[in-house]
């Protein structure tokens, strides 16, 4: 007998339709030959939607709220984590126009740069104007998340962007970032060293800097006596055993410490592995606030002033210093980065690149033999909506997640420059 005809299956055809043709062949099969075939569809294979739980997994993975300052709040800040996503809108502000572009691409989501709750609310109402955000995007059904110093602090965030837009290499961080590292120790039996060592990576741990899957390992005995309930791995219960043991160390970042320790439970053979966490003091150079290398050659400050114009796509600048003493050495922070002065003066810096520059910042800039371009807080961070975008977009494919990016065209610099 040949084998049973199937009906017709086009690119249209949903998962549940595959899935009938799938119990088709299982019945026919079955009765044809009275034992139980299995038809992989591999194509027909149900895609899970998308939720919003997924997309701040997304973002957290590279720019982990443990990233953001104390003062800052990040994260969802509206919505059901969920509630299914198939659209993103990625803007630096949530305002009305923000709302309106949203509403009309039919958005599940806003990732914007700035976040719309900041200080506690006493109260939500029409007669507020952060309130009424609020309360339109909850009758939208659209969620809010914010990507703010986390996004500024991150390998490959905001201000790398900015460095590479103001020809800045060999960009690093102008202050290094006091995020949460761990020191993890585990004691290991002889010959399982590279299993737990190998799930403990796979987890996220021994990352440091650029290089990952930093680790140490040195030889010891170690001593324990099972208990008369245990089903030890090694020794008997009620006798001393001394094992030879490896004492194998690594590094562990805060927003990993969870799901490391759980698959190093996994992975060790004892019922009860002996590991130690130690919180460690360590300042992470590789991640934190601004950015500070070299431009390719010396510029004067006037023609630097000009290139920075000209790449962040504005007709305001204002300078501090004297137009044409020659600058090389860059610090760079998007938004409000007069906070960073005397770490830009402290590393040799010429010129700080930022934006609202207060007069008094302008002051202690003059005295420190530090020249300012004050390129305004929208121009130096409207960048994030691009680099935010490709960036998720990228990540999303890896993960095969449905979801798509769009980025904001909304978005204006709320300031307007008049020349006499």
Same mark, same amino acid.
């Given at each position: ?63 982990? +709220? ?24 990625? &803007? ?36 507020? +104007? ?54 993890l120790v585990v004691y290991v039996p002889v010959g399982h060293q590279q299993a737990v060592e190998s799930a403990l990576f796979a987890a996220g741990a021994g990352t440091i800097g650029a290089y990952d899957h930093c680790s140490f390992a040195s030889a010891g005995t170690g001593r324990f006596r099972p208990g008369a309930t245990s089903t030890p791995f090694i020794g008997t219960a009620g006798?001393?055993?001394? +094992? ?24 060790? +053979? ?78 040799? &810096? ?38 935010? &975008? ?31």
């Amino acid at each position: 007998m040949g084998p049973p005809s199937l009906p017709k299956v086009t690119h249209e055809s949903n998962c549940t339709a595959a899935e009938d043709i799938f119990n088709l062949v299982i019945k026919e099969s079955a009765t044809a030959t009275g034992k139980l075939h299995f038809l992989f569809l591999g194509s027909m294979k149900r895609r899970n939607p998308a939720r919003i739980q997924d997309l701040i997994g997304l973002i957290h993975t590279d720019y982990p +709220p443990a990233l953001a300052e104390d003062w800052d709040n990040v994260g969802l800040q509206v919505g059901d984590p969920a509630a299914p996503l198939e659209r993103v809108l990625i &803007a630096l502000d949530v305002t009305e126009a923000t709302l309106a572009e949203a509403e009309s691409c039919n958005v599940q989501a806003i990732i914007a740069h700035h976040p719309l709750i900041f200080r506690p609310l006493k109260s939500v109402t029409p007669l507020d +104007p952060n309130s009424r955000l609020l309360m339109r995007a909850i009758s939208a059904n659209i969620a809010i998340i914010a990507a703010h110093t986390n996004l500024d602090c991150g390998a490959d965030g905001l201000n790398d962007w900015l460095a590479t837009r103001l020809g800045i290499e060999d960009a690093q961080p102008l202050q290094g970032a006091a995020l949460p590292l761990y020191k993890l120790v585990v004691y290991v039996p002889v010959g399982h060293q590279q299993a737990v060592e190998s799930a403990l990576f796979a987890a996220g741990a021994g990352t440091i800097g650029a290089y990952d899957h930093c680790s140490f390992a040195s030889a010891g005995t170690g001593r324990f006596r099972p208990g008369a309930t245990s089903t030890p791995f090694i020794g008997t219960a009620g006798q001393d055993s001394t +094992p030879a043991e490896i004492r194998l160390e690594t590094i562990v970042s805060a927003e990993c410490v969870t799901k490391v320790i759980d698959k190093l439970r996994k992975a060790h +053979p004892y019922e009860e592995p002996a590991y130690d966490l130690f919180l460690l003091q360590n300042r992470r150079n590789d991640l934190g606030l601004g950015r500070i290398g070299r431009l390719p050659q010396a510029l004067s400050l006037h023609d630097y002033a000009r290139q920075i114009a000209a790449a962040l796509g504005t007709n305001s600048l204002r300078l501090v210093g004297d137009p044409q003493r020659l600058v090389r050495k860059v610090a760079c922070c998007g938004g409000s980065g007069t906070s960073l002065l005397f770490a830009a003066q402290r590393q040799g &810096a010429d010129l700080l690149v930022t934006g609202d520059v207060k007069y008094h910042d302008a002051r202690n800039a003059l005295d420190l033999g530090l020249a300012l371009v004050d390129a305004g807080h929208f121009a130096t961070e409207v960048l994030m909506v691009a680099g935010l &975008a490709g960036k998720l977009r990228v990540a999303a494919q890896a993960r095969q997640l449905p979801v798509e990016f769009i980025e904001s065209t909304s978005g204006q610099d709320p300031f307007l420059s008049i020349i006499p």
